[in-house]
């Protein structure tokens, strides 16, 4: 079991993802009920989505991570519901691309000022994260704006039988499963590894690291557009939550914040336990002022188990 | 001819580098001219109150960052000073009007708290060898859990008079015209240059946010030394919190925003992560981003240009003065 859990990074979160979900369906049959799946699942979407969105650049090493997804997700959220909406641009074929771009070039942008203007990472997304708060508080000006149309509603509930959650979950895993059948990935865990010895081994560093924070801000991209099917507003206040949380899932995913493992698999576990706990404190007969309490230090049992599970199969270097 | 011209280029080029690496000639330069603007374009910026209220500002943010920099030098980073923060202006508030303590005894109260959670996030990250970003989040949620749940959802009660004092523009220390804030503010920052230059314990934290593998060969108890760093974070951001409750502190939340403030201060002051820096340049930092905060609500900006400039503002420094290696120069 001990071996299991070592060789396999993201066991302990799938381990502990049954055990709660076990744990939630006890406490709240209902739970278990599938016409209850896709309003669970829409509400789980944004926040796997922003999880796992932070993953590639933690992955790609030398101290990488995107504090900037958050905003990023949120500043989208706002566009549609702000901009786009109210001027009848609310079609899919318009949305949808967006999403994806806009997400793809605050990553691209963030990669270029971590690879070619060499920003400490987490510098170069704390002044996105500033710039993107900023624009998103802009926006939402004194009122918050509301909105949504027939398929973003049908984003939140479900298309005919597939809860729409599940699409957008599903969208980011397929071009994830589409880039692991290329060398991309491959070149992505060596420059984690050691990005010094993959850079003498021929790798494109600097392409494969722009790459991983343009993959992160294209599924923030996607990640937006769940959150505003599920909010139908604009609330520019959330952004920074939404990061911390993704931090700590990716984290419980078994994902190594030196970049020397991960996988997005485990950050999507791991950001399950997240909403699994916090369901099951809502469900089960914890006080509602001590339910914080209570999952503040799970959370950090959890990261503190599966971290040091992480660590214990590396070599230990001094 | 041209390669001799080119060559003098470089040196010169040198010469600043080598100097802005001695001395924050940047920061300084950008303070300066920051603050001349707000002369020429800003009515009654000279005025007592007006530089008074800066410093106020610059004071809670250099209090609240210094933990920040001494983390940073050695070589971490603290996700839970907001939380810590939080806790401060809390505890005052709450244990001095509602459980009626004396306020020592809320004051030594608070800061053991603050000993303990420090301990806690440097111990954690250490002996388990998990990244501080995730233990100090994970304590700083657990903090900001316990505080919602011991005051039952939110705080009722008011701050105590003399945290109000602290930070009003009319008051001195001891007959200095300084609000005491500011006093505090100074001599902490004296403290904390010669802590960090002069003594064995400084110079322990530079080696180890350098090259921790180094500095245990150079017998540098590198578990102490790091766990300190987390320890003294979260008493200078509790201290900070305690005297912010005079100005709209002691509420849940109220640290939130210093987290990413504070972390502003010590980046355009010019510190980086791993024993690049000192206090001196988040002193800096700290009042720049107030001259900065000053001049845009002057000039009536809203709080989101607000923010975008001070994104943009970190981007220009950093790309001045912060840039790590290339990855060639490191093969």
Not at chain 1, 256 to 278: E, N, Q
Not at chain 1, 284 to 296: E, I, L, M, Q
Not at chain 2, 168 to 194: D, R
Request: hydrophobic content about 55%; proline content about 4%.
């Amino acid at each position: 079991m001990t071996r299991f859990l070592r060789t396999r990074p993201y066991a302990f979160a799938l381990v502990l993802a049954v055990i709660l979900l076990i744990a939630n369906i006890v406490a709240q049959p209902a739970f278990g009920n599938p016409s209850n799946w896709p309003e669970t699942l829409a509400i789980f979407a944004p926040f796997a989505i922003a999880a796992i969105a932070s993953t590639p650049a933690i992955m790609s090493g030398g101290g990488g991570i995107d504090i900037s997804i958050g905003p990023l997700m949120t500043v989208i959220d706002m566009v549609i519901v702000a901009d786009l909406l109210p001027h009848g641009l609310g079609s899919p074929w318009i949305v949808v691309p967006f999403c994806l771009v806009a997400g793809a070039a605050v990553g691209a942008i963030n990669g270029t000022l971590v690879t070619v203007l060499r920003f400490q990472p987490v510098v170069a997304t704390l002044c996105m994260n500033f710039i993107l708060t900023g624009l998103a508080t802009q926006i939402e000006g004194s009122v918050t704006p509301q909105g949504s149309t027939w398929w973003t509603n049908d984003l939140s509930s479900s298309f005919g039988a597939i809860p729409g959650g599940l699409i957008s979950i599903a969208a980011v895993l397929l071009i994830w499963f589409g880039l692991s059948r290329t060398a991309y990935l491959r070149n992505l865990y060596a420059t984690g590894g050691d990005d010094a010895a993959a850079f003498s081994a021929g790798v494109d560093v600097t392409r494969v690291r722009i790459l991983a924070y343009t993959i992160g801000g294209l599924f923030a991209g996607i990640g937006g557009l769940a959150l505003m099917a599920v909010l139908k507003e604009g609330e520019a206040s959330d952004a920074t939550m939404y990061t911390l949380v993704a931090l700590a899932a990716v984290a419980l995913g078994g994902t190594a914040f030196t970049g020397k493992r991960g996988s997005l698999i485990g950050t999507l576990f791991g950001a399950a336990c997240m909403y699994l706990i916090t369901n099951v404190l809502s469900t089960a007969n914890v006080p509602d002022t001590w339910s914080d309490a209570v999952y503040g230090g799970l959370l950090l049992i959890a990261v503190i188990i599966s971290a040091g599970l992480a660590n214990a199969t590396q070599v230990r270097t001094a | 001819m041209t390669t001799i011209t080119a060559a003098r280029q470089l040196a010169s080029r040198h010469l600043v580098a080598d100097l802005q690496r001695r001395f924050p000639l940047l920061q300084v330069a950008a303070l300066v001219v920051l603050y001349l603007v707000g002369v020429v374009t800003v009515p009654g910026w000279t005025t007592h109150s007006t530089l008074m209220s800066m410093l106020i500002m610059a004071a809670l943010l250099g209090i609240a960052g210094a933990g920040q920099t001494i983390v940073v030098l050695g070589g971490g980073i603290d996700f839970s000073v907001g939380a810590f923060i939080t806790a401060g202006g809390v505890f005052i508030t709450v244990l001095t009007s509602v459980d009626h303590w004396p306020a020592w005894a809320a004051i030594v109260f608070s800061l053991a708290v603050a000993v303990a959670g420090g301990a806690l996030n440097g111990v954690t990250s250490f002996r388990f060898r998990i990244e501080p970003l995730v233990v100090t989040l994970g304590v700083g949620a657990l903090l900001d859990g316990v505080l919602t749940g011991w005051v039952g959802g939110a705080v009722n009660g008011t701050p105590p008079a003399w945290t109000n004092s602290a930070v009003s523009v009319t008051t001195s220390t001891f007959g200095i015209p300084l609000p005491p804030i500011v006093s505090i503010w100074i001599v902490l920052a004296v403290i904390a240059g010669i802590v960090l230059a002069r003594t064995r314990a400084g110079r322990s934290l530079y080696l180890n946010g350098t090259n921790p593998v180094a500095a245990r060969r150079a017998l540098v108890r590198t578990g102490w030394t790091w766990t300190a760093g987390f320890i003294v974070s979260a008493v200078l951001a509790t201290f900070a919190g305690i005297l912010l409750a005079g100005e709209g502190g002691g509420n849940l939340g109220a640290g939130d925003p210093y987290l990413f403030q504070a972390l502003t201060a010590v980046i355009v002051g010019g510190t980086m992560f791993g024993g690049r820096g000192d206090y001196w340049r988040t002193v800096l930092g700290a009042l720049i981003l107030t001259v900065v905060t000053y001049l845009l609500e002057a000039h009536n900006y809203s709080t989101g240009v607000q923010e975008m400039v001070y994104g943009l503002l970190i981007m220009i420094v950093v790309a001045l003065y912060g840039r790590e290696r290339k990855i060639r120069d490191r093969v």
